[in-house]
């Protein structure tokens, strides 16, 4: 169960990418639109690479690719290496990067040796050149200049009524409406939410009617997604969306060239629906739903419609995108209602936390709000403020709903105030300038921003380690004892020489280490046979069935 | 208890940082060079126009932008006709109506481009152009002036400008600017007698001290102020004698990242020439004056005995020693003797007399 959570959200869009055929990389690698927004996922030097070798006509030496890379220590193991191989290695996976073997003569010796060269993939190479310098032609035909454009602060609110809906509907909250059955089935078929019986018979695939739908419970999986920021559970559905599709036979190379395309698309410009392939129509009406889309419907006396982008979809492919929640929009919108002041203020983290674990959130939105009860004992709520605290028991309980450690700090320091930023921007450069004034090269390098005080990421990592302390022993479980005898005598004798581990007194069973079960048996079979009760019956291992399995020894306090 | 913390707070080795590398925006400040007389010279000399120049430059920043959707660039003019150093882009009074700027650059452009690209080089184009059209009137009048032989460059000016454009972004609160990292790239023509030495040293310092590299694409001479200012600033400097291949420059030496600055080895030279110009006549000179007071460097005594730059006065006494016609000394006889090496021994110490001050 562990390991299927956390796939999920490290089953990000790289990994889907990276395990596609070559051929539909090929595909891919065809539209421009598709080239700029894979680039953008690639690491730092992954990119660098890409342009070192975008405008070279022919191959070049990979030990040209080395010579780039800097080592700072010579007898370490180089950790900008490590980072050059993961590069490179993401490079090959989505075939961007091919190995050629040139037959070289050497210039002096006159040696003929093979030298590995790297060649960017030439399609990539086309489409991407085409991307910078503007020489594709291909959305020319997209624009039609038609008046009635529609405002993007209606198209905000639009995605995100239709996004917040949907994540209200997973925290259980009153919405006047249902998301779509399309919403619902993705949810379920994703494991964010699930329905009771799907205990017993998890089969997501089977359609099952809104009534059945509605009823939908969140898991583990949910909880956490619930803490990503709003452009990963986007990618999170879409990516879970992918794989449905794959399952109905459309074709993955119009599904992911349609999402990438929307990331280069205008907001708030209308596209006409005919630019688009008869399976990409189809999912028109799936990302409608997603609140990706807005679709305005067949208008009389227009045949040809148009679909308008929202801002959900045209920052897909950005790493951070225009709102970190969608709530933050909304106070936006309910600050900018009340005054032109805070406008400015608008559009940013909201959480201040202190060491004393206390926590105060400028939101007035109850999405943020339920998201924070999920972790926070919550005290008080303002008019725009709520207040809680990092308790043990609040953290606890989120632990046992699946979310971890980890994504608590994260989402706590992604949300963290500009002022926390601020504060501890500054003190990193003190840290920084006072290690360089004394020459302490080492700790330059291990001094990392701290956002959140040092003290609460500890503690909260403390307590998920409190859940984990499970310790396994290897041993026999000794039980069915048929008198109280027996039992107390083998049970003192093992106490005696400490190789009992754990024991029920009431029914009738203690543990013994591996070590120690040969020196209890033959205890067992002493006394059993100096007392010669019930007939000399000897103990054994096999007539005591001991069971040679792991027992795990929960820890309580 | 350590031994179970360990495993859980121990961070693997290069992950994390280098995810904040990936995801880091950053700020790239363009500063272009665009004195007519010297775009002139280079293409008579038929190796580049500017031009040419342009369109390698839209495309590396575009190539910039496409890296991260929250980098942004800049770029400044030095120029000495029209107002000096000018921001081209952003424009100020862009935010509010980019339909219009759309509009005109769908004229310059072609409209099958990334929306992002097609605007940033559209409106660049624009204001270049209007740039360059008001150039030939102002440059008619001041050769009219009689005082369009020497120019200085502006450089220094725009560098200021851009720091200052760069230490507001990094200011702002606006949380997609948030540990924005910047650099600048200045694409210089011009020779170094037209840089105003002690402002660009200002400049410099004060980029250093906000840690930005200066990197330099230097087309036409060889700078040695330049040299200085990237290596000061940990930038890269480049000369470039052949600029055919100028967007194979552009697109990789000179587009480290900054994010990418502590992995990537710097193509830069590593013997900087680290002379000084003297302040009066702008030439860069091995062995000259400082004044005691300011520090500033002379390669002859100004006829008023002040110092140019603090005007403290000099002692006149210790000027008239300075003045004072070295004595050669009567090696007549010798130079008979010794023929061949002497000369060059009398010649070498006249010149060392001529420039070391007489200690007192």
């Known amino acids: 169960m ?96 091919k190995d050629i073997r040139k037959r070289v003569v050497h210039p002096q010796t006159g040696q003929k040796t093979e030298i590995p060269f790297v060649q960017l993939n030439p399609i990539f190479r086309t489409s991407f050149r085409n991307a910078l310098t503007g020489n594709s032609g291909k959305l020319s035909n997209l624009f039609d200049d038609e008046s009635d454009r529609i405002t993007i602060e209606f198209l905000d609110n639009y995605c995100l009524n239709k996004w917040e809906n949907i994540l209200h509907f997973m925290v259980g909250s009153e919405i006047k409406q249902l998301p779509s059955i399309g919403v619902l089935t993705l949810l379920r078929y994703s494991g964010l939410m699930e329905l009771p019986s799907d205990h017993y018979t998890p089969d997501g695939s089977k359609s099952l009617s809104i009534d059945t739908l509605s009823k939908l419970l969140i898991t583990q999986n949910g909880f956490q997604f619930l803490l990503q920021d709003i452009n990963s559970q986007i990618w999170t559905l879409l990516l879970q969306y992918l794989k449905m599709s794959e399952k109905l036979m459309m074709n993955p190379v119009d599904v992911l060239n349609f999402i990438f395309m929307l990331g280069s698309l205008e907001l708030g410009q209308g596209y006409p629906i005919t630019m688009l392939s008869n399976t990409q129509i189809i999912m028109l009406e799936d990302l409608v739903d997603y609140g990706l889309i807005y679709d305005p419907g067949e208008i009389e006396g227009n045949s040809n419609r148009n679909f308008y982008p929202t801002r959900l979809s045209t920052t897909l492919t950005s790493e951070s995108c225009n709102f970190k929640t969608a709530s933050t929009v909304i106070d936006q919108e309910i600050s900018n209602a009340n005054s032109e002041e805070t406008k400015n203020s608008s559009n940013q983290g909201s959480i201040i936390i202190e060491t004393n674990f206390k926590i105060y959130c400028y939101t007035s939105s109850p999405l943020q709000i339920a998201v924070l009860n999920l972790f926070i004992h919550m005290k008080a709520r303002f008019s725009n403020m709520v207040t809680g605290s990092l308790t043990r028991e609040s953290v606890r309980r989120a632990l046992m709903n699946g979310i971890t450690a980890d994504q608590i700090i994260n989402y706590l320091e992604s949300h963290a105030h500009p002022g926390m930023i601020k504060m501890a921007d500054e003190k990193l450069s003190k840290q920084l300038e006072y290690e360089q004034s004394i020459g302490n090269l080492n700790a330059v390098n291990e001094l990392k921003l701290e956002i959140l005080p040092p003290t609460v990421i500890d503690q909260v990592k403390l307590w998920q380690l409190e859940l984990d302390r499970i310790q396994t022993f290897k041993g026999y479980l000794y039980k069915d004892f048929t008198n109280d005898y027996e039992f107390e005598k083998l049970l003192n004798y093992g106490d005696e020489i400490g190789v009992i581990t754990w024991k029920d007194r009431l029914r009738r069973k203690f543990f013994v280490t591996l070590e120690g079960s040969s020196q209890l048996i033959d205890y067992a079979n002493r006394i059993l046979r100096k007392g010669g009760n019930s007939g000399g019956r000897s103990m054994t291992p096999s007539t005591q069935t001991p069971q040679p399995q792991p027992q795990p020894q929960p820890t309580t306090n | 208890m350590d031994a179970i913390a360990d495993r859980v707070f121990a961070d693997t080795p290069g992950g994390p940082t280098n995810r904040i590398a990936d995801e880091t925006p950053s700020l790239l400040t363009v500063i272009l060079d665009v004195n007519p007389l010297e775009w002139k010279k280079l293409e008579d000399a038929g190796t580049i126009n500017l031009k040419k120049l342009l369109s390698s430059l839209l495309i590396m920043l575009n190539s910039h932008l496409a890296l991260n959707s929250s980098n942004q660039v800049a770029l400044y003019t030095a120029n000495s006709f029209s107002g000096g150093a000018k921001l081209i882009y952003p424009k100020i009074e862009d935010d509010s109506d980019t339909a219009t700027a759309k509009k005109q650059s769908n004229l310059m452009m072609s409209s099958g481009m990334y929306r992002q690209f097609r605007i940033i080089d559209g409106s660049i184009l624009d204001d270049l152009n209007s740039l360059l059209r008001s150039i030939p009137d102002k440059l008619r009048n001041l050769l009219n002036d009689g005082q369009g032989t020497h120019i200085k460059g502006t450089l220094s000016g725009a560098l200021s400008m851009a720091l200052s454009y760069i230490n507001k972004s990094q200011k702002s609160i606006d949380p997609q600017q948030l540990g924005l990292k910047s650099r600048i790239l200045i694409i210089s023509i011009s020779d170094d007698n037209t840089l105003p030495y002690i402002s660009i040293m200002n400049t410099i310092f004060a980029a250093q001290k906000m840690k930005i590299s200066v990197d330099v694409c230097k087309l036409g001479n060889n700078s040695t102020f330049l040299q200085q200012a990237s290596d000061a600033t940990n930038g890269v400097y480049i000369y470039i004698k052949q600029p055919e291949g100028l967007i194979q420059y552009l697109t990789t030496a000179l587009f480290i990242d900054p994010t990418l600055r502590p992995i990537i080895v710097l193509p830069t030279n590593t013997s900087i020439d680290f002379r000084a110009s003297c302040f009066i006549t702008n030439k860069v000179i091995d062995i000259g004056y400082v004044c005691s007071v300011c520090l500033c460097i002379l390669s002859v005594i100004p006829q008023d005995e002040k110092c140019p730059t603090c005007h403290s006065k000099f002692d006149h006494n210790l000027i008239t020693r300075l003045k004072r016609k070295p004595k050669v000394l009567p090696l007549v006889k010798k130079k008979r003797k010794l023929e061949g090496t002497n000369g060059a021994e009398v010649d070498s110490e006249v010149g060392s007399n001529m420039g070391t001050p007489v200690p007192n």
């Open chain 1, 2 to 97: 562990e390991d299927q959570s956390s796939e999920l959200f490290k089953s990000t869009i790289n990994e889907y990418l990276d395990n596609l055929p070559e051929t539909v990389h090929t595909q891919l690698y065809k539209s421009p639109e598709t080239c700029l927004a894979i680039f953008r996922l690639l690491p730092s030097l992954a990119k660098f690479y890409i342009m070192l070798l975008l405008f070279q006509e022919t191959s070049i030496p990979y030990s040209d690719l080395n010579r780039w890379i800097k080592n700072p220590n010579m007898h370490h193991v180089n950790p900008n290496k490590i980072y050059q191989n993961e590069s490179i290695k993401r490079l090959k996976s989505l075939n961007l990067l």
